[in-house]
């Protein structure tokens, strides 16, 4: 008896990328609750980062970047949620999206009657 062969077609979808923002890839020092960590990569709604400690999916966190701007030093504070968690050896690949509900203050850079911008800043 002669088998007789079956095609299925199945139609190939497009997988939709969830992420909305355009991703950068940065290693920078960064402090996670107070903890010391390392960013992997940041866009304008989440970051992700490498920390010593797992953090629970879900858990509301605290994150500061010091941005450098003219040789100063700002503190970005922002909160965050973290949305995945990830062992990586002995350490965590943590995913966290920003809350939109950090408020944002103005900061102003340089003396005011030298043209001195203002910036917008998590705080």
Do not use: K, N, W
């Not at 950068?24 to 010391?36: H, I």
């Not at 960013?39 to 994150?63: K, M, N, P, Q, Y």
């Not at 100063?72 to 943590?94: K, M, N, S, W």
């Amino acid at each position: 008896m002669r088998a007789t062969s079956v095609t299925i077609q199945v139609p190939l979808q497009r997988r939709e990328e969830r992420r909305s923002s355009e991703r950068f890839v940065a290693a920078m020092p960064v402090q996670v609750d107070g903890e010391e960590a390392i960013t992997r990569d940041f866009s304008a709604s989440g970051l992700s980062f490498v920390a010593d400690r797992r953090h629970a999916v879900g858990a509301r966190i605290e994150v500061v970047i010091e941005y450098i701007l003219d040789g100063h030093h700002y503190p970005l504070r922002c909160q965050a949620e973290v949305v995945r968690v990830e062992a990586a050896g002995d350490r965590f690949t943590i995913g966290a999206r920003l809350m939109p509900e950090t408020p944002l203050q103005d900061l102003t850079v340089g003396a005011r009657e030298s043209g001195a911008r203002t910036l917008r800043s998590v705080g």
